[in-house]
């Protein structure tokens, strides 16, 4: 029981070191990673497109 008191002694005092973002960079970020999401999901969709492509060419 005493190491389970500690140990939330010690989340408690590294939770005080964490610095929260405000609303401003929240939203930044936030917005950040949807495009960064997006940009990736087209990317594998395009290569799917092509690689699809080239296996109807080869099997052809």
């Known amino acids: 029981m005493k190491k389970l008191g500690k ?3 010690g ?3 590294e939770m005080a070191k ?7 960079e929240l939203i ?5 990673t949807i495009f960064i999401i997006i940009v990736m999901a087209l ?4 290569s ?13």
């Open 43 to 46: 990317f594998f969709v395009i």
């Open 28 to 32: 930044k970020y936030s917005i950040a």
């Open 18 to 24: 964490v610095r929260w973002p405000n609303k401003k």
């Open 7 to 9: 140990f939330f002694i």
């Open 48 to 60: 799917d497109f092509i690689l699809a492509w080239i296996k109807t060419l080869v099997n052809s």
């Open 11 to 13: 989340v408690r005092k």
